[in-house]
């Protein structure tokens, strides 16, 4: 599911935090000490003192607020997942329409992909209180990443790598435009930073979605939230320290020697960066294997038979996942699961996107319900 994905053309979707007094009076402090040293001394200590110095501030996000899927074909996958969790449109922009999960206004969005783009997941929003575009656009700058125009539709996801942009949706009916803010990383992943109340919609910060569109059928279970998204990298190690800087997160639990999950938020929801240990520049862009979501009644045989009566079939070979699958993998003690196994259910959408189920306290830790963090 290696994903060439127009950036640019994403439409889906979050305060910073600023020098206090305190640090501006020891930055102040150190220079005077510097200029009074002088020398040698003076430049041998620069490098660690500017170090410090320029350490910016973690971006504090609250949740998981959204995800985007490029699909093949829009009407077919809300039918698919409407049909399933009885979801509600909570938004239309353009081509794109966005379903919320649970009560919202947390959600997901379906956009058709274009060209020679291939279906996946594109970005994971994340929620910031008191959203500011230009204030969190200059606070990514901070950490290292770069404000550029949007590139134009077709190119490597690699061309996305570092990169800082907008793209403005226009209002209707002469409402505020809406700005969406997207940032990649060094291995081309995209998220986008967006407010709390952001639902897809119209208005400034995209809080406008007054008249949802109730779906067609009751669905077969329902939704709670969005659980974790699970990021396949070149090099994880690096992803882990760079996300840690960024948006100052723990380690909430860990699935293996090398495989801590970051806590986002309310402690249930993380971010988890897995893969290889590739130095120097990355040769092949990072991708999104899958989302979580939540649900209240995680009954492992009820959910399965429920995804079979709808037609999907059971995975026969792991190497090979046809899309309308799903499948059970039991994360043994090694991996921090449960004695017997922790079950994790997934399935596969139309165009072959992976999807996880797990239980509304699943938190990525031991117990039979992987709900046990700390």
């Known amino acids: 599911m290696t994903q060439e994905t127009d950036r640019s053309g994403l439409i889906d979707s979050g305060v910073i935090d600023t020098a206090t007094s305190i640090s501006q009076a020891t930055a102040l402090s150190r220079r005077t000490m510097l200029k009074a ?86 970005h994971i929003g994340l929620g910031v209180e008191n959203y500011d575009t ?62 709390t109340d952001h639902c897809g919609g119209g208005g400034e910060i995209g809080e406008q979605c007054p008249f949802p569109e109730e779906s067609p059928s009751e669905g077969l279970m329902q939704l709670v939230g969005i659980n974790h998204s699970t990021n396949f990298m070149s090099n994880s190690a690096r992803a882990n320290q760079f996300y840690r800087n960024l948006f100052g997160l723990d380690y909430l639990a860990y699935q293996g020697p090398t495989m801590p999950t970051l806590s986002v938020g309310d402690g249930k929801q993380f971010l988890m960066f897995v893969g290889g240990a590739e130095e120097g520049r990355p040769s092949r862009p990072a991708r999104i294997d899958h989302v979580s979501l939540s649900v209240m009644d995680f009954d492992v045989d009820g959910i ?56 509304v306290d699943y938190c990525g830790g031991g117990g039979y319900l992987g709900d046990q963090c700390g």
Not at 338 to 357: M, V
């Open 37 to 122: 040293m002088g020398g040698a001394a003076a430049m041998a200590m620069m490098p660690s003192v500017f170090a410090q110095e320029e350490t910016a501030a973690p971006i504090p996000i609250r949740r998981i607020q959204n995800f985007g899927l490029r699909v093949s074909d829009v009407r077919r996958s809300l039918r698919f997942y409407q049909e399933l969790f009885g979801m509600p449109v909570q938004a239309r922009v353009g081509s794109t329409v966005c379903l919320r999960v649970g009560d919202g206004p947390t959600f997901f969005s379906l956009t058709p992909v274009r060209g020679r783009e291939t279906p996946g997941i594109t």
């Open 134 to 195: 230009d204030g969190l656009s200059a606070a990514l700058t901070r950490h290292g990443l770069n404000r550029g125009p949007n590139l134009p539709p077709g190119q490597p996801q690699l061309s996305y790598a570092n990169r800082i942009w907008t793209v403005t949706r226009p209002g209707t009916s002469g409402t505020t435009n809406t700005r969406d803010l997207f940032f990649a990383d060094e291995e081309g992943l995209t998220f986008q930073l967006c407010s």
């Open 304 to 359: 399965l038979g429920k995804l079979t009566d709808y037609g999907l079939t059971a995975r026969e070979n792991p190497s090979e996942t046809p899309p309308l699958s799903h499948w059970v993998s039991m994360r043994m003690p090694d991996r921090g699961g449960a004695e017997g196994g922790t079950p994790e259910l997934y399935f596969s959408d139309p165009d072959g996107i992976h999807i996880q189920l797990q239980h």
